[in-house]
């Protein structure tokens, strides 16, 4: 076996040539379908949108920042031309139940014609009510039907006071009421004196007939209520003809605009019927002084029960509504019942209940942000209820929990008919599909946007052109084909892949914005490589004072890493540091020292609880490498402990697990390792090298502190071999590399690794199993048969222990006695 050989620089990087890309400015490509980026997402997106059946609402799944949510709206823009027209939703008042208003369904585009015809109708009821009341016809009849009852009451009366004169008593009227009397002549009534002194029949005759005209006039006393109630309702069948003939025409002049409308016609009738049944409280509500908003909530019947309340109007067009609402509360999703504070009373009527976003999105589409749904109290119930029962229902948050107990309206529901589009993380799709076990009914279509993209010739091509779409409807300045060359070199290091570009355009569009900052610095018309260079520069500097500490403290000696010289059991790490859009890597000292023990590989980290379950694993892993390639034909007699030195926080990720292997085959063998190489890669049980991740940014942190120390020539960094595609790294990274003062190598596996670290053949065995003597191999396997020997001859050499017992007497068990 062979040490493999530095990296040529064309494994480094790869570039992207901008001739190859067949323009020299963006303005000559046409705009790109998102379709041809994410060909599955946007299949699945039309799949759920086309289905009209129950449950198939679509879950976007993806990344944030890479387009979703513009993906989203290109689609729904055209989706939202077909299908069936929206309606618009009105509430009226229910005259019977006030509390329960009624909906009302119009075709598109025709509620905010009923509801302006019916604010102009009560405008002119009003009036019209007034006059009609106070008209001569009317007054002379009401005057008629009073006069009338009056002559009723007085007829009654004096046909009363007749048969009483006759048999000689008077009626008289007196402040106090009717009252009867003995009469001396036609006109004068008998003193209590005078009368005291009639014969005792004659006052026992008039006493006789008095009580029974006092109970005639008791009668007719109460007949009087009656026969008022019913001249009042005379007098309201007369106000209900009057009205009838001043409002009628107006309601009649409003049916045949909406003949085809059966329950507007309907409403129309019950609002004419109301009128007439209402007249006279109307005529008062027409006199008052009161403003219109005390008026409707005084409890008096007002004009403005009239009204329409348009919950939801939709353009004539037709088009389906698409909604994005960014605050999805519950209140903001089923719509809310306001309230108005009169006399310290809250009050309400149909005309204060607002629509939410299902009732805007109607017919349509509804756009939500899934983490912002969840995160809202109630409001993913209030969703689900609304979707499970086909309709939405305005309910208040304060009624779900509990805390009103007066009456509250019951508008009617609203017949649902929509699709609802989520957008979110991927984990959020599993959790959701794992514990809510309406979710698979209620969103039967996934739609998962891919992270990155090939980078073949032909989606190259169309990357220019989202590059260009990008840059359009950000407004910037045209791109050259240099620009876009380095814009797609970056998207593949954003991909952490060579041979894949991201979809994450957000990233895209922040750095063309600063791109196109810098060119206008520069007085240009058009974004050329050098300021897209100038902005990766610029954004590299400002994230870069914790990566730029780290490295001080390493340079100033506080933190001890080496890069020149050998040392026994010593190794350059590499660890990644993962700060919100920035990530860089730093070289980290691993070391390990064996002793004579019983087999054991001990992982400080884990010992004190620092290391993660990824790193414990990988320590593990390598413990068994180290059991299986040498341990067949002896056991294990060593103790060894494997450390990352002035580490003070937690370690997780198994990517030094090769690192750490190498440290500890080095302090077998006795073999020093080259502290001007680092390494990373994780090893399975064979030995076998293993990808990680973080490979350009672990490559970079080593080079900057051996380029701050000096290159010597020497200097390296020793990667897994299955990483090779994953390399994009910097420019000054692999000009050094090209001029031989900085090397990159590829490992396959543990042996190879080790050649490169300490110069040492590892040493294949040959057809007898035999390992080459003097190779690392040979070494690692003495010093294991040296450790067997001297634990041997150690566990030989110790005093055996005997039990001594009493006489017929044995110790407590549990407490032996040294023998």
Known sequence: MTAPSPLPTEALFTACDPASLGFANTAELAELDAGRIHPRAVEAAHLGLDIRHRGYNLFVLGEAGSGRHAIVRQLLEEEREDGDPPSDWCYVNDFAIPSRPRLLRLPCGRGAGLRDEMQRFVGEIGPAIAAAFEGEDYRKRIESLQEEEKSREETALRHLGQESQEKGIALLRTPQGFAFAPLKSEQEALSPEEFNQLPEERRQELTRHMEGFHERLHELMAQFPRWRRDLQNRIKEVSGEVLKLAVGHLVEDLKPRYADLPKVTEHLEAVLADIVESGMALRESAKSDEDTESTLFSGAISVQRYL????????????????????????????????????????????????????????????????KLLSQPYAWEGLKRALLAGEVRIESLSELIGLTSTMQLEPEPVPLDLKVVLIGERLVYYLLSQYDPDFPALFKVGAEMDSEVERSPENTALYARLVATLARREGLPSLTAAAVARIVEHAARLA????????????????????????????????????????????????????????????????????????????????????GENSFAHPVRITATVRMGEGEVIDIEREVELGGPIHSKGVLILSSFLAARFGRSMPLSLRASLVFEQS???????????????????????????????????????????????????????????????????????????????????????????????????????????ELLTGVPAGEPDAKGEIPEGSLNYRIAVELAELAQMRKNFLAARPKRRRRTAKGVAPPKGNPKPG
């Open 648 to 754: 003070y926080g937690g370690v997780e990720g198994d990517s030094a697990s090769l690192a750490e292997l190498a440290a500890l085959l080095s302090a077998l063998s006795g073999v020093p390792i080259r502290q001007s190489i680092a390494v990373t890669g994780s090893v399975n049980q064979f030995g076998v090298v293993q990808p990680v991740g973080g490979i350009n940014e672990k490559i970079e942190g080593f080079f900057d502190i051996c380029a701050a120390r000096g290159l010597a020539g020497d200097q390296g960094v020793v990667i897994p071999a299955p990483n090779l595609p994953h390399l994009m790294l910097r420019r000054d990274v692999v000009e050094a590399v090209a001029k031989g003062r900085f090397r990159v190598w590829a490992v396959n596996d543990v042996d190879e690794a080790m």
């Open 308 to 371: 329409v309340n348009l919950l939801v109007e939709n353009p004539p067009a037709g088009q389906r509504p698409v909604i994005y609402e960014d605050h999805p509360t519950l209140q903001n999703l089923v719509g809310r019942i306001e309230h108005l504070v009169h006399m310290g009373t809250l009050v309400s009527n149909f005309t204060l209940i607002r629509g939410g976003a299902l009732h805007r999105a109607n017919g349509g589409f509804l756009v939500l942000d899934a983490l």
């Open 496 to 579: 952490e892949d060579s041979q894949r570009l991201t979809t994450h355009t957000q990233s895209l569009d922040n750095l063309m914005q600063e791109a196109a900052h810098f060119a206008a610095d520069a007085q240009a018309d058009v974004i050329d490589a050098g300021h897209v260079e100038a902005a990766l520069e610029a954004h590299r500097r400002r994230h870069e004072r914790i990566r730029q500490r780290y490295q001080d403290e390493i340079l100033r000696g506080t933190w001890l890493v080496s890069t020149a010289g050998t040392h026994l059991g010593q190794i350059n790490g590499l660890a990644v540091i993962s700060l």
